[in-house]
T-cell receptor, first 115, second 112 residues
């Protein structure tokens, strides 16, 4: 299996621009998670989906952030408009349901820099 | 109070020594506990999971869980320079779905 795939791997943009991050989970996994990691705050859960349905988006910082999962093999995280404080590494992870299968597998991350 | 707490370190140990990493959690209902390793510039990767009180060993790694005291630890025996990384503790607190809470991580350096 190719693992979790994220694109782009690096993104540099200017404040005010729209940013779209993409994720392809491991085939067959029914949970998908979006995290943000910074030195100050560590790894923070933004939102997660189960069977393409958003379950908990309480970690989404504000209305500028939105996430979608139109099908089982694709999800997007959009920031519009972007701000310098959004600069971070954004990870997507996927897992299977069930207690002993709940290991989360992380993608390589997207390193976002907003100037 | 954060759901999962770890000492940020940095923790330095000489090569061949035992490295001990600790984590505490707030929700007594938690049942699933995980240790992830993250090399600089890379994504977290799972190294251990533990569900029952006691010890679980996997090669040079031992995870220890004490639900009464609400802590989980990771021991790395015969530490190697390649073990130098940040170690993240994760807990499935709510036991619904697969939502994890992560600690902020402990930075470990193994000195050759």
């Amino acid at each position: 299996d190719a693992g979790v795939i994220q694109s782009p791997r690096h993104e540099v943009t200017e404040m005010g621009q729209e940013v779209t991050l993409r994720c392809k989970p491991i085939s067959g996994h029914d949970y998908l998670f979006w995290y943000r990691q910074t030195m100050m705050r560590g790894l923070e859960l933004l939102i997660y989906f189960n069977n393409n349905v958003p379950i908990d988006d309480s970690g989404m910082p504000e209305d500028r952030f939105s996430a979608k999962m139109p099908n089982a093999s694709f999800s997007t995280l959009k920031i519009q408009p972007s701000e310098p404080r959004d600069s971070a590494v954004y990870f997507c992870a996927s897992s299977l349901a069930g207690r002993t299968q709940e290991t989360q597998y992380f993608g390589p991350g997207t390193r976002l820099l907003v100037l | 109070q954060k759901e999962v707490e770890q000492n940020s370190g940095p923790l330095s140990v000489p090569e061949g020594a035992i490295a001990s990493l600790n984590c505490t959690y707030s929700d007594r209902g938690s049942q699933s506990f995980f240790w992830y390793r993250q090399y600089s510039g890379k994504s977290p990767e799972l190294i251990m999971s533990i569900y029952s009180n006691g010890d679980k060993e996997d090669g040079r790694f031992t995870a220890q869980l004490n639900k009464a005291s609400q802590y989980v630890s990771l021991l790395i025996r015969d530490s190697q320079p390649s073990d130098s990384a940040t170690y993240l503790c994760a807990v499935n607190i709510r036991n619904t779905g697969n939502q994890f809470y992560f600690g902020t991580g402990t930075s470990l350096t193994v000195i050759p």
